[in-house]
């Protein structure tokens, strides 16, 4: 895919080469990671965790509601509402951050360029934007949400508004999810950011809302569509940039999709697939909301909830 070089203007922060520590009970390190090893397979090494691996870390460790973690105003679905945000924390010098290899220009590219669409998406709607920031770190780090490990995956807090990212995930996408290529990676962006617009819009705090109210079965059906639609707000961003798509880039995109899917991932770990736990989805539902964003260009297209909450 061929994306602008990044504009230096955007929000980033990089915590590579400061050491470890979370929040998390004053967890640092592989404390956290300790106690999820059983999960690792099927959730750790994924991308697209945004709040969801926060759900199961908090469960994990304190034994609290996790999707309580999601804030956000009143919005629904399927449109856009404005909503009352924070502003992000002072960003460190971008271009240092982004230039320290090849896969953090990467990373800043295509946040840059997400950055950018959904803006101007939402001042079509008359909306207010508020960019995130994009987080580096290198296997332990700690966000507004807590620990931050590289056996988390990339994942969104609603707390700071960041999206954090160790960028091994993407040499371990490619090598372990066989799932290689540079619009692979930019979806590992695109997906996370698309976390951040269903907190602008309120959506979050409607699914944890409807969490509390829930079976741990139900709980986790709503956990599902929330992250089929990060994988649709995913394929809308690609649609507004589809001049810079190269041949394959779409099908790198599916490959991804597919790879991370709950059933792919289960069946790998441990032989069989229990869908009563699934957090994310099928690999088949990953890449139909994949290619719903793809194929529309439309957010209201990517109301995974049906009207449900």
Not at 78 to 98: L, M
Not at 111 to 118: G, H, L, V
């Amino acid at each position: 895919m061929r994306l602008d070089d990044f504009d230096p203007d955007i929000n980033v922060g990089d915590q590579r080469g400061q050491g470890g520590g979370g929040f998390l009970g004053g967890r640092g390190g592989g404390g956290g990671g300790g106690l999820l090893l059983g999960l690792l397979p099927l959730i750790g090494s994924r991308f697209g965790c945004g709040g969801i691996v926060l759900v199961v870390i908090v469960l994990a460790v304190l034994g609290v509601n996790p999707l309580s973690l999601l804030g956000g105003g009143n919005g629904n679905g399927g449109g856009f509402a404005p909503t009352q945000r924070s502003a992000p924390a002072a960003h460190a010098d971008a271009s240092r951050a982004c230039n320290l290899d090849a896969s953090s220009k990467a990373a800043c590219n295509a946040f840059s360029s997400a950055d950018k669409t959904w803006a101007a998406l939402f001042a079509h709607e008359g909306k207010q934007f508020q960019a995130p920031s994009l987080q580096f770190y290198s296997r332990d780090g700690q966000s507004g949400c807590g620990a931050a490990q590289a056996a988390m995956g990339p994942f969104y807090c609603p707390t700071d508004d960041g999206i954090y990212l160790d960028t091994s995930f993407f040499q371990e996408l490619q090598t372990r999810f066989h799932a290689g290529g540079d619009f692979a990676q930019d979806y590992v962006i695109a997906h996370e950011f698309g976390h951040h617009i269903q907190n602008l819009l309120g959506i979050s705090a409607k699914v944890s809302q409807a969490e509390q109210s829930s079976s741990a079965t139900d709980a986790n059906k709503l956990s599902v569509k929330l992250e089929l639609q990060a994988d649709c707000y995913a394929g809308v961003w690609a649609n507004a940039n589809k001049d810079r798509l190269d041949p394959g880039d779409v099908q790198e995109g599916l490959t991804a999709a597919h790879a991370i899917g709950d059933d792919t991932l289960q069946q790998e770990a441990q032989g069989r697939v229990v869908p009563d736990s699934f957090t994310h989805g099928t690999s088949a539902q990953r890449e139909h909301w994949l290619q719903v964003g793809l194929d529309s260009g439309d957010p209201a297209r990517c109301d995974t909830f049906d009207g449900a909450i």
